[in-house]
């Protein structure tokens, strides 16, 4: 029986008559993702890219635009020759750094076909290229934690299991609550879903937990479960104030404090108002979060009554100053003095992905290396359309100051930057800037729409791999199940013949081919295994098993070592010690990121609110699909309201308004506009809005700038500037907009279509004058 694996789990493919009809859950798994059920429709979608395409105007030197203009379909040949004859010309040109191959994106679970790593690989090869660093994830976080606590471990799963929290935990404060349909999804995929049954256990067993959150359903419906909601953006001057609650009782734990912390004397000075004249009281967050005095101290007292957990999603740092609430949770749960405990301190993303909360291991998982790039430059991902609008100039990033390549070729495989970018509109105004942009997709999406050269890749269910998460316990065979749809090739197979013509070939295969480079990968990961004293069976009985658990033994509590001896276990930080105050990010002189953790309001919130621009937008992951990926599949289409995404409005808002469900809207600021399906509630706070990520950007003129979009794409309003300078990352919470109902009939456009073509099945094309 066949096997396969993916982002939203393992399955059984069921396939008839050479299709896949059903990914049946692996019975190995507990909780298995609804998701499952739209596979086979995203597998055997009629937007499929089946052969190779050029944009008409490209091709024959005429300008153009990208996303206006007709593909012409063309052989392999052809597209190979001339995604060569640019990188060439390109590299000779320009140098290395005019070839952006950054490619930020999920591409598929297979650890091998990773395409982004795939593609870096080759352009390693191949001479090198301008790369991107950090994630859209959790950026703030990323560069903020190496800082405070010498690396990123609280953010990339090392944290209290569920098993140490159900033991231990009387409180778990959640900042974003635990939103159950985030934790279907793992980078990697899993065999087996725990956190949802984990923190029902939990509950089950007595822990209780706060949701601190505009939304009150992103939390089991339990009686254990109490909602606080909060402002969005908001949540730094809760926590400061629960601090300056603790300090007035008297009930910071200065005894933990003192051993293992650094420049608390800076913070409580702040706190008490020595700094800037206000007293961090619970009165002051009140006006600010929306969180009535009464509720703030009552928390404040509940955390510091018996074990207690602080707990935020990466949603929170995904704003401006996103850098602030997470510096602020370590400081309150070192205030409380459990840091290193069992099931006590601080540790983020639970409610995000799938993992966080279970065992986890730092050997023995499959993964493909990919050579190291030569060029230098590392732009950070959330810069994409300031690196493309600004060549050669200077912007500030962790202390440093970098320079903007000139990017002449922009190459992308396995992310789609027309879904995960901010303010797209800017973005599809800089992304015709570039001579040439080459994408790898199976699916027309945005941004295969919008490039010059489309090359057709598999799916999955098109080739042999291995998905496996770094630190989940499951390794799961994805076994080929069906044959590749027209003309189109694994992403290694095409980098494979493009390394062949550049000369490079032996450089990007290592002389294997497909099956090889699998087994090779495979047999790494068991060294490692062995290593580290779990072994793993070898490649053929694990891929006639299709499925492999390492048993793995209960992780310490994290900063149990630390806790124990603050000089004996250091931390990475300068002082060795939790860094209240680091003088390092003082000393970077960035006012929007100061040197202790700081109220700072955002541009646009509930506190800047205008009469144009009302309600917060919070565009949180879909519960329906991952990203972009699976929006055809019936989960997601199933889920549309007047066949776009639904978007859920305050009850209040849309009395106001005269909005009911099922009313066609639109939302718009001065950045764009986008149609939606309403969904009116009270689960979300007056004044805020959500709108999932993921509906495919579909312009209602792809020749116009800033034209409509009509499928709900929340990034056509959100900004793109960074949380800091510090970390570069993004903001797209931080977003203010109005909302209004529109008549019928409103415009409207197939966002799953196909472009249209100019020429179709040709096996070549004639000559480019270019
Ligand atoms: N407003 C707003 N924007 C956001 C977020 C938010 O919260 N709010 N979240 C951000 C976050 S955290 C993230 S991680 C990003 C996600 O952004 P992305 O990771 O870019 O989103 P995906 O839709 O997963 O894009 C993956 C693409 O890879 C393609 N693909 C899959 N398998 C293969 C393959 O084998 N080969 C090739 N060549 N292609 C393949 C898919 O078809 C898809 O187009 O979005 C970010 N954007
Ligand atoms: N089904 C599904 N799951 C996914 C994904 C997907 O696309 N689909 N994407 C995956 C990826 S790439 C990532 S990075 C993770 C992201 O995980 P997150 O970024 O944590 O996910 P979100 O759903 O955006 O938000 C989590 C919660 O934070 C709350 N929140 C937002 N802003 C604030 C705020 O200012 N204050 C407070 N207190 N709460 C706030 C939201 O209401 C929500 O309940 O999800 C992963 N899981
Ligand atoms: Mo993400």
């Known amino acids: 029986m066949t096997i396969h694996g993916s982002h939203w789990g393992a399955f059984r493919p069921r396939v008839e008559g050479g299709r896949l009809v059903e990914a049946v859950p692996f019975e190995g798994d507990t909780d298995p993702s609804p998701l499952l059920r739209s596979v086979p429709g995203a597998v055997h979608a009629r937007n499929r890219v089946t052969q190779p395409a050029v944009r008409g105007s490209w091709l024959d030197g005429t300008g153009g635009r990208r996303g206006a203009d007709p593909f012409v379909e063309v052989s392999w040949e052809t597209a190979l020759d001339l995604v060569v004859g640019e990188l060439r010309r390109v590299h000779a040109e320009h140098g290395p750094e005019a070839v952006f191959g950054g490619s930020y994106g999920w591409s598929s679970a297979g650890r091998l076909h990773h395409a982004k790593t795939q593609l870096n690989h080759f352009l390693a090869c191949a001479g090198g290229y301008s790369g991107q660093v950090s994630n859209y994830s959790y950026g703030a976080a990323e560069r903020l934690l190496p800082h405070v606590l010498g690396d990123t471990a609280p953010v990339t799963g090392q944290v209290a299991t569920w098993d140490d929290i159900a033991a231990h935990t009387d409180t778990v404060l959640m900042l974003g609550g635990f939103p159950a349909k985030n934790v279907q999804l793992e980078s990697g995929g899993t065999g087996d879903h725990t956190a949802r049954l984990g923190l029902a256990r939990a509950l089950e067993g007595g822990t209780r937990v706060v949701n601190v959150n505009p939304v009150r359903t992103d939390a089991p419906d339990h009686p254990g479960v109490d909602w606080v909601p909060v402002r969005p953006g908001s949540d730094t001057a809760l926590l400061l104030a629960l601090m300056r609650r603790l300090d007035a009782l008297g009930a910071v734990y200065e005894e933990f404090v003192a051993r293992c912390t650094v420049g608390d004397d800076r913070l409580r000075a702040y706190l008490r108002g020595a700094v800037d004249g206000v007293d961090k009281t619970p009165a002051w967050a009140a006006a600010l979060t929306g969180v009535p005095v009464a509720t703030i101290e009552g928390l404040a007292d509940r955390l510091r009554t018996g074990r207690t957990l602080v707990t935020a999603t990466w949603a929170l740092q995904r704003a401006e100053h996103g850098e602030q609430p997470y510096w602020a949770v370590v400081a309150l749960a070192a205030y409380l003095g459990q840091i290193g405990l069992p099931g006590g301190g601080f540790g983020f993303g639970y409610g995000c992905v799938a993992r966080f909360g279970a ?406 094309a004639g000559g480019r004058a270019r």
């Open 359 to 764: 065992t986890y291991r730092t050997f023995g998982t499959p993964a493909f290396t990919a050579r190291y790039n030569e060029c230098p430059v590392r732009v950070p991902v959330a810069r994409l359309t300031d690196m493309l609008l600004h060549p050669g100039e200077e912007y500030a990033f962790d202390g440093a100051v970098h320079r903007y390549p000139d990017v002449r070729l922009v190459y992308w495989a396995g992310g789609n930057p027309f879904h995960h970018h901010q303010d797209l509109n800017r973005l599809a105004r800089a992304w015709q800037r570039p001579e040439t942009v080459v994408v790898h997709e199976p699916w027309w999406t945005a941004t295969a729409r919008m490039a010059d050269i489309v090359l057709p890749a598999t799916t999955t269910l098109e080739r042999d791999d291995i998905a496996a998460a770094s630190g989940e316990p499951w390794l799961i065979a994805m076994q080929r199940s069906v044959d590749a749809p027209g003309e189109a090739r694994n992403d290694r197979t095409i980098f494979a013949a493009l390394a062949e013509r550049l000369g490079v070939a032996d450089a990007y295969t290592g002389g294997l081919d497909d099956a090889g480079a699998l087994r090779a990968m495979y047999d790494r990961a068991r060294r490692s295994a062995a290593e580290h004293g779990h072994p793993i069976p070898d490649f053929d009985t694990f891929w006639a098993t299709g499925h492999h658990r390492y048993d793995l033994p209960a992780p310490p509590p994290p900063y149990a070592a630390f806790r124990r001896s603050p000089s004996g276990a250091p931390l990475a930080t300068p002082s060795g010690r939790i860094e209240l105050f680091s003088a390092t990010i003082d000393g970077f002189g960035y006012d929007e990121c100061p040197g202790h953790p700081t109220w700072l309001p955002p541009t646009e919130w509930a506190g800047s609110a205008s009469e144009r621009f009302p309600i917060h937008l919070l565009s949180p992951q879909p519960g329906t699909r991952l990203h972009s990926q699976l929006d055809m599949g019936p989960v997601s289409t199933e889920s549309k309201v007047a066949g776009r995404e639904p978007c859920v409005v305050n009850a209040d808002d849309a009395a106001a308004r005269g909005i009911a469900d099922g009313d066609v809207l639109r939302l718009w600021n001065e950045r764009g506009e986008t149609f939606v399906g309403a969904v009116v509630s009270d689960d979300v706070l007056p004044g805020v809005a959500l709108l999932a990520t993921g509906a495919w950007y579909t312009p209602l003129d792809p020749a116009a700038d800033d034209s409509p979009e009509l499928h709900g794409n929340p990034n056509v309003l959100t900004r793109d500037v960074p949380a800091s300078r510090l970390s570069q990352g993004t903001s797209a919470q931080t977003v203010l907009v109005e909302i209004a109902r529109v008549e019928s009939p409103a415009p409207y456009s197939d966002p799953h279509s196909l472009p249209a073509f100019a020429l179709r099945g040709a096996r070549s």
